[in-house]
């Protein structure tokens, strides 16, 4: 039991702290790149340029940046249901390290869901 417990919290920690990172870094830098693309497509309309977009490098960088929180947001919708799960019986047992990797591994959850499935977008 305190090992199943110990083991959650750490996955539980290491989910929180992928969801901070993701929300405090990366999803900021995908806000930026977003205002690169437009950028990029004001400065070359559909239809005036030889070259269309997805071929502009800087265009290619900009979206995957844009597109990584996405990305990022689903892996840790998924990698947050295992310490969830490793807790669940510990918690009930009143086990106070399998509380706390509950609780972290729902604030992950929910960070990864905001970000990962467009629920607030």
């Given at each position: 039991?305190?090992?199943?417990?110990?083991?959650?919290?750490?996955?539980?920690?290491?989910?929180?702290?992928?969801?901070?990172?993701?929300m405090l870094v990366i999803v900021p830098a995908a806000e930026i790149a977003e205002k690169d693309m437009d950028r990029i497509?004001?400065?070359?309309?559909?239809?005036?340029?030889?070259?269309?977009?997805?071929?502009?490098?800087?265009?290619?960088?900009?979206?995957?940046?844009?597109?990584?929180?996405?990305?990022?947001?689903?892996?840790?919708?998924?990698?947050?249901?295992?310490?969830?799960?490793?807790?669940?019986?510990?918690?009930?047992?009143?086990?106070?390290?399998?509380?706390?990797?509950?609780?972290?591994?729902?604030?992950?959850?929910?960070?990864?869901?905001?970000?990962?499935?467009?629920?607030?977008?």
């Amino acid at each position: 039991m305190k090992k199943l417990s110990l083991i959650g919290f750490v996955l539980g920690l290491g989910a929180l702290l992928f969801g901070l990172y993701l929300m405090l870094v990366i999803v900021p830098a995908a806000e930026i790149a977003e205002k690169d693309m437009d950028r990029i497509s004001a400065e070359n309309p559909i239809g005036s340029s030889s070259t269309p977009l997805y071929e502009i490098p800087e265009y290619q960088a900009a979206f995957d940046a844009f597109d990584k929180p996405v990305e990022l947001g689903t892996i840790l919708l998924i990698f947050s249901i295992v310490p969830f799960l490793m807790c669940v019986y510990p918690a009930i047992k009143k086990n106070l390290l399998g509380i706390l990797g509950l609780v972290m591994s729902l604030a992950a959850f929910f960070i990864a869901a905001a970000y990962g499935t467009h629920m607030f977008s």
